[in-house]
């Protein structure tokens, strides 16, 4: 490399806003002005495909909410798990609480649920089929009041313990058939 003839350190440095630089001062701001365009431009052109990939994710979404609804369910806050089992007395005993008709205490009691549980509950309730009555006559009922249990204690023969197990049963009950609170 050749060496320098004098220092570089003490040349004047040029006017570049004099009018000799003017062309080269005009063209520089042209490129920076096309620079801040390209820039926009390609701001403008990332969110555009970010708002497109967003509209895409949320078509997506709603199209697996479609193909698997239960999986989507919302979830309850301030709802914990249920820590007593829901009391379900047989199809005919709901009927008659809905009607307001006497039903025996019996029912209520666990093994009067635990008859619901065994019996069964496929008959249609609205179904009805033909009985031999007590007098030996014969008469369409309800299949669900045909199938009745055959180990149905009365209300006043019904062993204490057996009535505290019932009490509450048959009150949640007539509560949910919307007897009045008297």
Known sequence: MPRLLRDPNLDVCPDYASEIFAATQARLEDDREEH???????????ALEAELSKDEEEAARKEEKKKDKHKFLPILQGVGVPTESPVIPATHVVRKLDKGEYVELWHFTNDGLDDTL???????PDAMVMSRLLDGSMAWV???AACSSTK????QNLLFEDFCQAAPCFVEAIQQANWPDN
């Open 142 to 144: 309800l299949a669900a």
């Open 118 to 124: 065994t019996t069964s509950t496929s008959v249609d």
């Open 152 to 155: 149905l204690v009365e209300d």
């Open 36 to 46: 801040e365009q390209e820039v926009a431009c390609e701001e403008e052109q990332r």
